[in-house]
């Protein structure tokens, strides 16, 4: 019953929500997890038997093995889709998961790079290398559009429309959206497209990509965070930094400079404002040290 119910559920989530394959697995994973807890625990029971205690006592579970609120969150959250489509589909006249609230959880700022951090890492590549032109092309595209890595990757040629300024990028659920890109990102871009991919081998499936390893195959996530760490510490930065960062670091700084947030979520492809009012801190911080700076009763004062 369970594994009929979660493929019909898998299934539901590729060809009607277009999911990526990523968000699929842990969309599976949440419900194998509480079908495994019940097994665990003698509860031989279909989906539609789950009750809130079993549900409570799941979430205790997960506390005990140490998961951190914010992933038992996500948990329940799967959960919580599973249960609806299982509503919807008439398979269950109940859904057990309606009632019961997450663990609370803290927000956690994003790690960000100062511009100074940024132009330090652009800089120390050697364009000379066979490499040289590709990483740096990347890590200013990450910057100046704001790209997920998987985004970054897939990017196509046929999607780069440097003559208005604009990339054409496929984000998560396949969701398409224009996306802005700088002078610099572009130019080095068409550097190392024009100097080095033009000489690559390049694989039939890969044709239309735009950055390829040496052998003319398409780039994996990992060698990605290799290099972003490796050039990091090669310039003595010893933050915990990803492709991410760079994400992180396009939006802070947009948002630093007096952009509008709508802006920034269009540009993230965000569904709501509330994801990206993440960023908005920092902002905060910016004008209350901009008042402190300049204003002229800002500046703290020596008491008499």
Request: glycine residues 6%.
């Amino acid at each position: 019953m369970w594994q009929s119910y979660i493929n019909s559920f898998i299934s539901y989530l590729k060809l009607e929500r277009s999911l990526a394959e990523n968000s699929v697995e842990a969309y599976k994973h949440d419900a194998v997890k509480l079908w495994q807890y019940l097994l665990l625990h003698g509860e031989a029971i279909a989906p539609k038997a789950v009750t809130e205690g079993h549900l409570f006592g799941f979430l205790a579970y997960l506390s005990e093995l140490g998961l951190s609120a914010q992933s038992q969150a996500r948990i329940l959250s799967g959960l919580k889709s599973f249960y609806k489509y299982l509503l919807l589909e008439n398979l269950i006249d109940h859904d057990p998961t309606q009632l019961i609230e997450g663990p609370k959880t803290v927000r956690k700022l994003p790690d960000t790079l100062s511009f100074p951090e940024i132009e330090s890492m652009l800089e120390s590549i050697d364009l000379s290398t066979p490499a040289g032109p590709r990483d740096r092309a990347m890590l200013e595209v990450l910057y100046s559009s704001g790209l997920r890595v998987s985004e970054l990757l897939d990017l196509r040629i046929t999607n780069c429309y440097f003559e208005v300024g604009f990339l054409r990028v496929l984000g998560k659920g396949s969701k398409v959206r224009l996306v802005p890109i700088g002078k610099d990102a572009m130019h080095y871009t068409q550097l190392y497209i024009d100097s080095v991919r033009v000489m690559l081998d390049i694989k039939k499936e890969a044709l239309d990509r735009v950055f390829l390893n040496q052998r003319g195959s398409s780039l994996s996530r990992i060698s990605v965070f290799t290099m972003i760490k490796r050039v990091a510490a090669e310039v003595g930065i010893h933050k915990t930094i990803s492709p991410h960062t760079f994400r992180h670091s396009f939006a802070t700084h947009l948002i630093e400079g007096g952009a509008d947030l709508r802006a920034v979520q269009q540009m993230f492809c965000h569904n709501s404002t509330t994801t990206t009012e993440i960023y908005t801190h920092l902002d905060r911080d910016f004008l209350t040290q901009t008042m402190i700076d300049y204003h002229p009763r800002g500046k703290r004062r020596e008491r008499r």
